[in-house]
């Protein structure tokens, strides 16, 4: 009898912590996500706003020919080439595509679906400068200072989305697979200060040249997006996204003196705009 309970009791051991774990793989338990948990990813990568690095095509040139005022492009003697020297400071031009892109957060309704949202803005402000002419007085010099534009721009997106979580063998590795849409803005507007450029017979440029030129584009999108998700601890992972299908439709709008005209394009891609995100779940 002492041996037939002993037996029972070894077994009864055994079996309890089997029938304490979840209905989904023990080996998940730790690290899969539940009904009621969040999650907020820090999202590093490219294309959030829209494929492109620099705006200043929304500026229309103020001639025929002409881009006046976008360093790089019709730059006049008086003008400077890059921005930054109105602060007596490094490239303000070069940024490293490991940073910070957006915040995203995550609320899982069930164990697998959860919806996501994001909302990000960068803004720039440049200040203007007038143009100084060099004058030497013999005992006195006054140095002379290339103009800057005035340029504001403004950027900002929010979208919403959800992901349907898939289980696996490898209990720290969860694929992903669900839908976005978003809505994106940018914005540029330039300040054209005096530029001591002449035109001839003592006409200078302000006096002809429109002196707030702007552009604005708006982008709609609708995507696919899949990602594989790795946790490192439990609450603490690591995702790679990929959106399998984009479409984005853009209207671009350019307001100058004299000129107001609107575009608009549909722009569909394929396994574009990869993310790396790393998350914390509570």
């Keep these: 009898m002492?041996?037939?309970l002993s037996i029972f009791l070894v077994a009864a051991l055994t079996v309890a912590p089997l029938l304490a774990q979840p209905v989904?793989?023990?080996?998940?338990?730790?690290?899969?996500?539940?009904?009621?948990?969040?999650?907020?990813?820090?999202?590093?990568?490219?294309?959030?706003?829209?494929?492109?690095?620099d705006n200043t095509y929304l500026l229309p040139g103020i001639v025929s020919g002409s881009n006046f005022g976008i360093a790089g492009q019709g730059l006049t003697?008086?003008?400077?080439?890059?921005?930054?020297?109105?602060?007596?400071?490094?490239?303000l031009n070069n940024n490293s595509v490991t940073n910070i892109a957006g915040?995203?957060?995550?609320?899982?309704?069930?164990?697998?679906?959860?919806?996501?949202?994001?909302?990000m803005m960068d803004i720039g402000v440049q200040p203007q400068r007038h143009y100084q002419e060099y004058i030497d007085f013999g005992d006195a010099v006054y140095p002379g200072l290339k103009y800057v534009q005035g340029r504001l721009q403004d950027n900002w997106m929010g979208a919403l989305?959800?992901?349907?979580?898939?289980?696996?063998?490898?209990?720290?590795?969860?694929?992903?697979?669900?839908?976005l849409g978003s809505i994106q803005?940018?914005?540029?507007?330039?300040?054209?200060?005096?530029?001591?450029?002449?035109?001839?017979?003592?006409?200078?440029?302000?006096?002809?040249?429109?002196?707030?030129?702007?552009?604005?584009?708006?982008?709609f999108t609708g995507a696919i997006t899949a990602g594989i998700e790795y946790n490192?601890?439990?609450?603490?992972?690591?995702?790679?996204?990929?959106?399998?299908?984009?479409?984005?439709?853009?209207?671009?709008?350019?307001y100058s003196d004299g000129l107001n005209w609107n575009a608009n394009a549909h722009t569909i891609s394929f396994f574009a705009l990869p993310q790396l995100k790393f998350g914390i779940r509570f």
């Design 2 to 4: 002492t041996k037939k």
């Design 24 to 53: 989904e793989r023990s080996g998940s338990a730790l690290f899969a996500p539940r009904a009621g948990q969040w999650q907020v990813n820090l999202m590093l990568g490219r294309g959030l706003f829209f494929p492109i690095e």
């Design 77 to 91: 003697k008086n003008q400077s080439d890059d921005p930054s020297i109105v602060f007596h400071v490094g490239s």
């Design 103 to 119: 915040i995203q957060g995550k609320y899982f309704i069930t164990n697998r679906w959860e919806v996501n949202g994001m909302f």
């Design 161 to 179: 989305g959800t992901n349907y979580y898939f289980n696996n063998c490898n209990g720290r590795i969860f694929p992903y697979l669900g839908v």
């Design 185 to 219: 803005h940018a914005r540029i507007q330039v300040t054209l200060p005096y530029t001591g450029d002449e035109l001839g017979d003592e006409l200078w440029t302000e006096i002809f040249y429109a002196h707030k030129r702007a552009g604005e584009v708006f982008g």
């Design 232 to 254: 490192f601890l439990p609450g603490l992972n690591v995702a790679i996204e990929v959106r399998p299908f984009n479409y984005m439709y853009t209207l671009a709008r350019v």
